[in-house]
């Protein structure tokens, strides 16, 4: 019964220490005997880190807090955001989307399969969250705004992966988006 016991300690342990040096385990699932998910969180590269401060900021010429906060509203629903946040006291915008992957169709003969074979999990949907932040900026008219974005890809095991996003194209059409709405042209 020790040898049992000091075996699971011994795996447990050692699947923490399987996490790559830029993933924080926040949930362990087991590997040997499974019981729960695994929750990973990525900590950016140091080229995708220099890439997010290149981008996370950006000035909004001719907007008040009030416009700003409003434009941010819109240019997130018109990008698919569904829960959307807005503290003006704050300056602050939260907002998250949910996408599917895969098809339901292929999502329900992965589960099929699943019933008879042990498979890997496959992502298979994706939240995606964004924190927009706002002040003042150094002139009338111009308020700073900074942008985090961050998405959590979920396997069929129920597994999750969460980075922060550093992709420069997702921040320019947000950003775009919100100018379109200050000038009025969405």
Same mark, same amino acid.
């Given at each position: 019964?020790?040898r049992i016991a000091m075996f699971y300690l011994l795996a447990a342990l050692s699947? !923490? @220490?399987?996490?790559? +040096?830029? &993933?924080?385990?926040? *949930?362990?699932?087991?590997?040997?005997?499974?019981?729960? @998910?695994? =929750? /990973?969180? %990525? &900590?950016?590269?140091?080229? &995708?880190?220099?890439?997010?401060?290149?981008?996370?900021?950006?000035? #909004?010429?001719?907007?008040?807090?009030?416009?700003? #906060?409003?434009?941010?509203?819109?240019?997130? &629903?018109?990008? *698919?955001?569904?829960?959307?946040?807005?503290?003006? +006291?704050?300056?602050?915008?939260?907002?998250?989307?949910?996408?599917? #992957? %895969?098809?339901?169709?292929?999502? %329900? /003969?992965?589960?099929? #399969?699943? /019933?008879?074979?042990?498979?890997?999990?496959?992502?298979? !949907?994706?939240t995606t969250e964004t924190l927009l932040t706002l002040r003042p900026g150094g =002139?009338? *008219?111009?308020?700073?705004?900074?942008? !985090?974005?961050?998405?959590?890809?979920? +396997?069929?095991?129920?597994? @999750?992966?969460t980075k922060l996003c550093s992709d420069q194209a997702v921040y320019r059409q947000?950003?775009?988006?919100?100018?379109?709405?200050?000038?009025?042209?969405?």
């Amino acid at each position: 019964m020790r040898r049992i016991a000091m075996f699971y300690l011994l795996a447990a342990l050692s699947a !923490h @220490s399987l996490a790559a +040096d830029n &993933e924080q385990v926040q *949930g362990q699932g087991g590997n040997i005997l499974r019981y729960s @998910s695994t =929750q /990973l969180r %990525i &900590e950016p590269s140091a080229q &995708e880190n220099q890439s997010y401060l290149q981008v996370r900021d950006t000035r #909004l010429e001719g907007a008040t807090a009030a416009s700003a #906060l409003q434009a941010g509203r819109k240019a997130l &629903e018109t990008l *698919g955001y569904n829960r959307i946040e807005v503290d003006a +006291d704050y300056g602050l915008i939260r907002a998250e989307k949910d996408e599917v #992957l %895969i098809s339901q169709s292929r999502q %329900i /003969l992965r589960g099929i #399969l699943k /019933l008879k074979f042990p498979l890997p999990g496959k992502p298979d !949907h994706q939240t995606t969250e964004t924190l927009l932040t706002l002040r003042p900026g150094g =002139q009338a *008219g111009q308020v700073l705004l900074r942008a !985090h974005i961050r998405q959590t890809i979920w +396997d069929s095991n129920g597994n @999750s992966r969460t980075k922060l996003c550093s992709d420069q194209a997702v921040y320019r059409q947000l950003y775009d988006k919100m100018n379109s709405a200050l000038s009025g042209r969405q």
